[in-house]
Structure formats: structure tokens, C-alpha cells
């Protein structure tokens, strides 16, 4: 069964570092999302993402942050200073069509910012 | 803004016990619902969904849900569970009445089934 893959599955930065997360959503899908969870608290949206454009985002979502489609496989989220707060369990997830469509998650990059 | 109740944090049960998981959620317009489980060291997996129908849904593992759109809620249910069923179960909602696709998740509430 096809999957969502993510990498690194474990990432420790210092504080102000850029960070790139990496994930290859499910191959004929064209919605892509991230999502976080800090730990202890709710799975955020973060934003979603279909052809080549960001189509929502959340109030987290802002200019430290920024998505990319570089290839026809991978979906990047990079944190270009990172914060103490940015500390959390990143999810990307997929899906074939937005609407009514079930989004598959992959399993999670944990970002640890010191 | 959507919001998603889960009143229940952590549930304990012995195996073959009964199941019911709560979830509500604010927005009044349309809805696709979804409660979805992450068993100890795994990703989030989809247990079931509804978009529209019948409002008893079953998904797998035999897991059921029911929609009741008086209460804005929609309840998880299994009527015997197993040590294999202990995991975090969230439930989440996209908000298509509102343009909105991304999923709204509650908390979470982990089930720990004791054998």
C-alpha cells in the first residue's frame, strides 16, 4: 500500500537555524499538507498546498515559513529561523482530491530546537 | 474558526469492554468527519470517515461511528475491544461549507485496553 514517507525522522537545530523537512506524499496525489503537533497539544494545520500554489494556511503559517513542490516527488516545509517554540512533531500528509478526500499522514519528523 | 471536542483524555477498559469515544465539533454548516488512531510508534492512520449518507459509518476493526448532526457530534463506538486496540484516537473535521479542507483535530484521547 502506497505511503507518505517523511526524513529525517528525528532533527535537533539551534535556535535561529534554517531547517528543511522532507516528504515524499503518495504518488498520484495532488494535495499536500503540514500539519504539527507540539507535545502535549493538538495536531495544528499548517498549510496546504496544490499546484505549485499555497491554497490555505494557517495564522502559525507565517513568513518563517515556507513550503515547495522542487521536484515532481518531494514536499519541502523549511523554517528559515528557528524558534524555541518550533519544537513539535511535523506531519505531511496527502491527498488525491481536497474535497471529501481522506488525507494519508506520514510518520512525522520530530524537530527539536535548542 | 472550527473547533473539535474530545471529552475523554485517557480511558482505561479490560479487554471485551464496550467502547464509546466522544467528539463534537462547533461549525454548523457542512462537514466531513474522521476520527483517525496512532498505535504506540506508528503514523496516524484513518479509521473511518463520513462525508455524506447513511450516518453510521463503519471503518475497520470493527470501529463504527455514528453522525448526529442535532448534537454536532459524531461518536465513536466499538462494541468489544481488544489489547491490540490500545492506541491515541483523534477525532478531526474539514469544513467544506466553509472552503475550508484542512482537518480541525480534538485532542486525542489514548485507550489503554488492559488484557
Known amino acids: 500500500e502506497p505511503e507518505v514517507t517523511q526524513t529525517p525522522s528525528h532533527q535537533v537545530t539551534q535556535m535561529g537555524q534554517e531547517v528543511i523537512l522532507r516528504c515524499v506524499p503518495i504518488?498520484?496525489?495532488?494535495?499536500f499538507y503540514w500539519y504539527r503537533q507540539i507535545l502535549g497539544q493538538k495536531v495544528e494545520f499548517l498549510v496546504s498546498f496544490y499546484n505549485n500554489e499555497i491554497s490555505e494556511k494557517s495564522e502559525i503559517f507565517d513568513d518563517q515559513f515556507s513550503v515547495e513542490r522542487p521536484d515532481g516527488s518531494n514536499f519541502t516545509l523549511k523554517i528559515r529561523s528557528t524558534k524555541l517554540e518550533d519544537s513539535a512533531m511535523y506531519f505531511c500528509?496527502?491527498?488525491?482530491?481536497?474535497?471529501?478526500?481522506?488525507?494519508?499522514f506520514g510518520p512525522g519528523t520530530r524537530l527539536l530546537v535548542l | 474558526a472550527q473547533s473539535v471536542s474530545q471529552h475523554n483524555h485517557h480511558v482505561i477498559l479490560s479487554e471485551a469492554a464496550s467502547l464509546e469515544l466522544g467528539c463534537n465539533y462547533s461549525?454548523?454548516?457542512?462537514?466531513?468527519l474522521f476520527w483517525y488512531v496512532q498505535y504506540p510508534g506508528q503514523h496516524l492512520q484513518l479509521l473511518l470517515k463520513?462525508?455524506?449518507?447513511?450516518?453510521l459509518v463503519k471503518g475497520i476493526k470493527g470501529f463504527e461511528a455514528e453522525f448526529i448532526k442535532s448534537k454536532f457530534s459524531f461518536n465513536l463506538r466499538k462494541p468489544s475491544v481488544q489489547w491490540s486496540d490500545t492506541a491515541e484516537y483523534f477525532c478531526?473535521?474539514?469544513?467544506?461549507?466553509?472552503?475550508?479542507?484542512?482537518?480541525?483535530f480534538g485532542k486525542g484521547t489514548k485507550l489503554s485496553v488492559i488484557p
Open positions: 504518488s498520484n496525489h495532488l494535495y
Open positions: 478531526a473535521v474539514t469544513s467544506p461549507g466553509a472552503g475550508s479542507y484542512q482537518l480541525t
Open positions: 461549525y454548523g454548516g457542512t462537514v466531513n
Open positions: 463520513y462525508f455524506s449518507g447513511d450516518p
Open positions: 500528509a496527502s491527498s488525491a482530491r481536497r474535497a471529501g478526500e481522506t488525507q494519508y
